[in-house]
């Protein structure tokens, strides 16, 4: 799938006003452009790729092609979809023990060539600390010299935790991706669980969805479980869920922040990581 929307609100000769948003995937590269004065996204693009970019030249290859890339931007974010990532409490442990952490669950971060990178979600008191190959830090670094680098789950954990305490209430969010889902749950802004899940079905989504309502207590009729990402509402998966879980709802922007008319399709929940993160930082 190759996906590419824009509106003539994108002013070419005033990018410097813009937020550009860049996420690094095997599976599919993405990018989509903010304008903060006016709380407008006036461009999207999402590439799918059919063969996994495990090395991600694909990715280099297209951001060095994209015209849309080629502008200065008032802030420039990339972000990284790989596992690698671990959430840590705040003052439970010290930035020189990230290393460890990270090494302990990710033994083959402990080889050469991979960096530590850390988010912050100052407000919640967590800290999202990942690793990228050293090689893409140091590509992205020569293209974009002034960039944040962000790690997919930073944007999504900061919006369940915004909504769940706004709301008042239990919330649990599902992102799908092609090979993997991230199931987080969230009690009234704190967060209780966030894990990632391989999967090769619908019914392995389910699955795992199934037993964080029962770890948890929660109630499949009357606990929200907030859906996002790689799915249709034709799809398997959404039928599936819609069976089992009685309020299932799909993940929505702020009613203040616009999406300009080329830009609503069905598939933009694939980009709703993506459109979070210039609102998170």
């Keep these: 799938m190759h996906l590419l929307v824009k509106d003539t609100a994108f002013d070419s000769k005033n990018t410097r006003e813009y937020d550009l948003s860049i996420r690094i995937s095997a599976d599919g590269f993405s990018f989509c452009i903010y304008h903060p004065l006016t709380k407008t996204f006036v461009c999207c693009k999402h590439v799918e790729f059919s063969v996994k970019d495990t090395k991600y030249y694909r990715n280099q290859a297209i951001a060095l092609c994209e015209p849309y890339l080629a502008y200065e931007y008032r802030r420039t974010l990339v972000v990284f979809a790989d596992e690698k990532s671990t959430l840590i409490p705040e003052g439970v442990f010290q930035p020189a023990d990230y290393l460890n952490i990270l090494h302990f669950n990710y033994p083959e971060t402990k080889h050469s060539g991979y960096e530590l990178l850390i988010n912050n979600l ?160």
Excluded at 172 to 197: C, E, H, M, R
Excluded at 217 to 245: A, D, P, R, V
Excluded at 252 to 269: G, T
């Design 122 to 281: 100052t407000v919640f008191s967590i800290t999202n600390i990942f690793a990228v190959y050293t090689e893409q830090i140091t590509f992205w670094k020569e293209v974009f010299p002034s960039a944040e680098f962000i790690h997919m789950h930073t944007p999504l954990i900061d919006a369940l935790l915004k909504e769940s305490k706004k709301e008042d209430i239990q919330l649990v969010w599902l992102y799908i991706q092609p090979t993997s889902i991230f199931l987080s749950y969230a009690d009234k802004g704190k967060l209780i669980f966030s894990n990632t899940f391989p999967i090769q079905s619908a019914t392995d989504i389910v699955y795992a969805c199934g037993n964080v309502f029962e770890q948890f207590g929660l109630s499949q009729h009357h606990t929200k479980l907030i859906l996002t990402g790689n799915y249709t509402s034709k799809s398997e998966i959404y039928s599936l869920l819609h069976t089992h879980f009685a309020m299932l709802d799909e993940y929505a922007l702020a009613s203040d922040i616009i999406i300009q008319s080329s830009c609503k399709s069905s598939d933009i929940q694939k980009l709703m990581d993506l459109l979070l993160v210039p609102l998170c930082v």
